[in-house]
Every structure is written in C-alpha cells, then in structure tokens.
C-alpha cells in the first residue's frame, strides 16, 4: 500500500494535460485549465467529503525519504518551462480569436499560480540543488524575490500586523493584491539587506540574491523578446502578473483575520496551527501537493508535503482552495461566510 501512495500526487498532472489541451485548441477548449480549476474542481469538492486522516508515526518514518515523492515534484519544474514556452508559441498563431487568447492567457496565468506553489514546496527543503529548483520555477513568473520573503519574512510575522501577505478582518481582496505585492517585494529586499549586514557584506556585490533575481528577471524577459517579439513578451508579462495575482489570493484566504497574541514580554506568542486556515478537500489537497493543510505548513515549515497533518485545533475551511479562492472575488459573500467564522477562532483561542 505504502509503494503505491506516491503515485495518488500523480493527479496533479491532470492540470498539465488540461494546459496542453488549452494551448493546442481552440474555443471553449482555450479555457479548459481555467473551468477544470475553479469549476469543476470547486464542484467535486463539494460533492465528497473532506479527509482529515493522518499518516501514523511508523508510516510517516517510511513515506518522509521516499525518493518517489521528491521526483514527482521535481519532475513540475521542467514541465512549467515547457507549458511557458508552448503557451508563447501557441499564441504566435495569427487565427486566434479574442477569446481563444482571453482563455489561453487565463489558461497559463492559472498555471503560473502552481509553479509558485512547486517553488514554495521545494523553497522550503534543506538540500541546496532542491532550494535551486525552488527559485527556477519561481522565475515562470517573476517571482523568484519570493522565496526570500516567504521564507525569512513570512513564516516569522505570519498572523501579525507586519505581515503584508495576512489578511486582515475586513480586508477587501483586490485592495489586499496590491498591498501584498508591493510590500513583499520591499520586505525582500530589506530581508536581504540585513542578511548582509550580518554578514559583513556589501549590499552593492555579488552576495546580493536580489540583485540577482531582478537581473535574471530581465534577462530571461528580454529572451522572450528575442524569440517571440513584443506580443510574446506582453503575453509573457500578462500570465506572470496572473500567477502573482492567483498568489495573493491564495495568501488572503490562508491566513485571513487571524492573529497572533503578544505575550507579557511583548513578543508574539509562537505560531500555532490555529493561525491558518486549513482545508482537508481531497481533490485541492492532491492538486497542490497538501498546501492546502496549511496550519501543518506554518507550525513546522521543513515538514514534506507527503506527511502534512491535519489538527484538530486547526480552523477550517468550509470548502477547498479552488473554492474559497472564488468565493473571495465576491467580498461580501466572503465576509458573510468568513467573518463569524474569524470571531469564532479568536474566541477559543484568547
């Protein structure tokens, strides 16, 4: 049973053959990823009920270094390259009509959003060649200053006021994108400031991973240029902004109106699974490779996707990431369903 488990991740596959299937045609077809995501997936999810059974102690020592797991996640990096250029490629056809390219770049904007979510499964290992593979799918969207402050900053003020990418209790989704993306990309930069400073380094060097970031950026912008012209580069930019915005959405809905508590010292207490958001949805869960048990994610960050838990404690949502991330586009159905909800885990928790 245990050998055979891996291969259930495999599902999160159906998403690259639906991408494939978005770029070869045309029509409704063009937004095959777009319906299969926030469609059909969101549908099943409420159709079967959730699954909150953990991996036993003995299981998860022997699922933990099972390589199967690693290369099915390695493996979505070179994928998300290929899905890029064929997407760029595709668009070069001269037949397409506006809503042939709506849906292609809607399509690829979706995927973009997983690529994000691949770099933050292998962002988090310990193995550098892993962290490596981590930044590379990040560039799919320019994000790869990301993974500095999801890391250093994110996981440290999760739940607190000087967390750009937690949402506050009445916050407005659109409103939060801006908010988030803007002070993220600050933050990484003053996060990798300090890391200097500490270091005895000059910001202004080679040892800036910033510096880098943003010059591989417009590096690999300016080869999309090169290959597929002006229109390939703004079709480039468009899906990438996309992805950024099917990242923040997916952070407003994780963490939002929770907060975490000063103690007397005036520190913030540690982060406890009851400050996220989680979702046991089998469909989402295998889609994104168990981000969705996100109060696992956040109360142990080295923890293998494969062996996430599900907690008690941990405040659920009423529906998967699909779902809830379609919900919050509506913000006052979202603050219908979610408000009580907030006060409710602030309630037991203080």
């Not at 958001?277 to 469909?283: A, G, M, Q, V, Y």
């Amino acid at each position: 049973m245990l050998a055979t488990r891996p291969l259930k991740y495999l599902f999160a596959y159906t998403a690259v053959i639906v991408g494939y299937i978005s770029f070869t045609y045309t029509g409704i077809w063009a937004f095959a990823t777009v319906l299969y995501a926030y469609a059909l997936i969101p549908l099943v999810e409420l159709l079967i009920k959730p699954n909150n059974k953990n991996l036993s102690q003995a299981e998860e020592e022997l699922v933990k270094d099972d390589r199967i797991y690693d290369w099915i996640i390695y493996l979505m990096v070179p994928i998300h390259f290929f899905l890029l250029f064929y997407f760029l490629y595709s668009m070069q056809d001269a037949t397409l009509s506006l809503a042939d390219i709506i849906g292609r770049t809607l399509s690829m904007g979706t995927i973009c959003g997983n690529a994000i979510n691949i770099g933050h499964e292998l962002g988090h290992r310990s193995k550098k060649y892993e962290q490596f593979l981590g930044k590379l799918v990040l560039l799919v969207t320019l994000m790869m200053h990301w993974y500095i402050e999801h890391n250093r900053g994110h996981h440290t003020r999760v739940a607190t006021d000087e967390d750009p990418a937690t949402a506050k209790k009445g916050d407005v989704l659109f409103v939060f994108w801006i908010r988030s993306m803007i002070f993220s990309y600050i933050s990484a930069w003053k996060l990798e400031a300090y890391r200097l400073f500490r270091k005895r380094k000059s910001f202004w060097s080679i040892h800036n991973e910033m510096i880098w970031f943003n010059v591989i950026h417009i590096s690999f912008t300016a080869l999309i240029y090169l290959i597929y012209g002006l229109s390939g580069m703004f079709y480039f930019l468009t899906v990438a902004v996309i992805g950024m915005i099917v990242l923040e959405t997916i952070n407003y809905i994780e963490h939002y109106g929770l907060v975490r508590n000063k103690n007397e010292s005036g520190n913030y207490e540690r982060v406890m699974p009851y400050h996220s958001w989680n979702s046991n949805h089998i469909i989402g869960r295998l889609m994104i490779f168990e981000l969705s048990r996100h109060s696992d994610h956040h109360f142990k960050a080295s923890r293998k996707y494969q062996i996430l838990k599900s907690y008690d404690e941990a405040p659920q949502m009423p529906t998967g990431y699909p779902g809830m991330m379609i919900l919050s586009l509506v913000p006052p159905l979202w603050f219908y369903v979610m408000n009580p909800r907030v006060d409710k885990v602030r309630a037991s928790v203080d």
